[in-house]
C-alpha cells in the first residue's frame, strides 16, 4: 500500500490508510507499507515554495505566506516527481507485488495492477479556496489536473469513498467509467449495539480538530438558541478548539487516534451522544458521519460536498454559515423521539459503511483487474 506517509499510521489521513491497511490484512493478504515521501522532502518544499513566499508577503505577511506557500509546494509537479521516483526505488527493493493500492493520485506507480483510493478529486477540492488548493498557482493545478487525469486513465481502476467523488472523476477527469469504483468508507470508533443510551437529555456531539473549517463557532451559537427551548442540553466538544465558556459545553479537548485510552474515550462519548452535528465548510465524505450511523445516533451534517452520500436517511444535511437552518436542525433532534428514531435508520445504514466492506470491494477490484 503506497502513501505520502505511513499506511500502516492511524494518525495518518483520519486513520484511513491504517484502516485500509489492517482490514486487507484480515483477508489474508500479506500488506506492506511503502511510504513514498522523498528523503529530500524539506529541501523540494523550500525550493517550490520560495518565489512563492516572495510574491505573498505583501499580501500575506511573512509566517503566512511561508506557511501556506509551504502547504501549496506539497501538490507541485515537483514534488510528485519525487514521491513517484521515491516509489519506483520501494518497488524495486521491496517488490514484487501482485497489485498496489495507490493512497491519491498525487504520484506515479509504475506496476499493471494499480487501484488508487480517494475521498474527493482535484476538480472538487477547487471549490473551496481554503483547502491547500487555493494557494497552488494556476499553472501547477492546470499540470495536476492533467496528471490525475492521466492517472486514472493509466492505472487499473480508480476507487473513492462516495459515488460523489467517482461521479467527478469520470466527468471531470475523462476516468473510463469502467474504472471508477465508489466503494466507500468505515468507522474508526465502533459503538456496541447493546449500549444503553439515555435519549431524554439532549447531548450534541461536535468531534473535530478543525474547529473554524467544521463550523464550530456555528454550533457553539445555534446550541445556545438550542439550550433557550431545552436547558438541561449539552453540547460535547472533541477536538482542538478556543475556550467556550457558554452554559452546557463540556470540552474533552484533542482525542489521539493512536492512543487507546483516547479511543476508549472518544468511543464512550460516541455512546452517551444523542447527535453528531458537525456542519462543515465541506466534506468530502466524513468519516464521523460513518460513525454517527455506526453509534445508532443522528447526523447534522453540511450540504457542500459527499457528506450526504453517507449520511442519507440518518439525518439532515444542512447549508453551511447558516445557523438558523443549523439551529432548526438541532431542534428537531433535541426531540428524544425524533432522535432515536432517525438514529435507528442511520443503524441501518451502517452495514454499508465498514472497512471490512471497503476492503472486500478493493479486494474484488484488484481480482478483476486485467
Known sequence: MAAIGNAADPGLWS????????GLERLGADVVALDVTPPARRAIVDAVAAPWVLARIPRLGLRSAVDRS??????????????????????????????VIQIGTGYR?????????????IRQALRWPETCWGDVPRWTVTRRLRFQS?????????????????????????????KAHAVGIGANHAVARETPRRWTTPRFLFPARAWEAKGGPDVVEAFARVREAH?????????????VAEPGVVSHGNLDLRSPAD?????????????CVVPSRYEAAGIVYVEALHAGVPSVGTTE??????????????RPGRVDELTSAMLRFADPATAQAVGRLGR??????????VCTKLAEIIDGAP
Open 70 to 99: 509551504r502547504r501549496a509546494a506539497l501538490q507541485s509537479m515537483a514534488y510528485s516527481a519525487a514521491c513517484s521516483a521515491r516509489a519506483k526505488q520501494l518497488l524495486s527493493q521491496l517488490g514484487p507485488f501482485d497489485a
Open 15 to 22: 486513520g484511513t490508510p491504517s484502516n485500509l491497511f489492517r
Open 263 to 275: 479511543r476508549q474515550r472518544m468511543a464512550d462519548l460516541w455512546a452517551m451522544a444523542t447527535c
Open 150 to 178: 492521466e492517472r486514472y486513465r493509466a492505472n487499473a481502476a480508480a476507487a473513492f469513498a462516495t459515488p460523489w467523488a467517482a461521479a467527478s472523476a469520470v466527468a471531470d477527469l475523462g476516468c473510463p467509467p469502467e
Open 305 to 318: 460536498g459527499g457528506a450526504g452520500c453517507v449520511i442519507g436517511d440518518g439525518g439532515i444535511v444542512v
Open 348 to 357: 441501518r445504514r451502517a452495514p454499508e459503511f465498514t472497512w471490512a466492506s
Open 109 to 121: 506507480i509504475d506496476h499493471p495492477r494499480v487501484v488508487s483510493y480517494e475521498d474527493m478529486t
Open 231 to 243: 436547558p438541561e442540553a449539552e453540547l460535547h466538544l472533541a477536538g482542538v478548539h478556543p475556550p
